[in-house]
């Protein structure tokens, strides 16, 4: 048995297949602890217009995407932290945690609907 070690997701693999709105939140966790690539932000800003009308809802995309999860604007700080937290735990045991890995993580233990699969 190999181990894949790299950053690369298994072949056929799509996180976002079928989870369009998943993309608005993996990058509002990233925006939140300042990881996000300016040019994605950039793509984000120009398509909130058509977030707003599938959402009918006005507000830039983060105020969107923290509607439609029900969190208020401290959820920010309150991300920030726990990213600072897993980080420094991953340190001492001699890892290192990627921001998407960070993500993917935050998103499975406290967005996804545990029964959605």
């Given at each position: ?22 993309v ?12 996000l ?6 793509k ?19 105020d ?9 604007p ?14 420094a ?19 499975a ?9």
């Open positions: 048995m190999t181990t894949n070690n790299t950053a690369e997701p298994p072949d056929g693999f799509n996180r976002y297949a079928g989870k369009p709105f998943l608005w939140v993996d990058s509002f966790i990233l925006k939140a602890i300042d990881k690539d300016p040019d994605m932000e950039a984000l800003d120009n398509a909130t217009p058509a977030l707003r009308e599938a959402f009918s809802a006005q507000g830039s995309w983060e969107i995407v923290m509607a439609q999860l029900d969190y208020t401290q959820v920010r700080g309150a991300i920030r932290d726990l990213w600072a937290e897993n980080q735990r991953a340190a001492d045991q001699g890892a290192v945690l990627t921001p998407m890995q960070f993500v993917e993580v935050f998103v233990e406290n967005i996804m609907d545990p029964d959605a699969a």
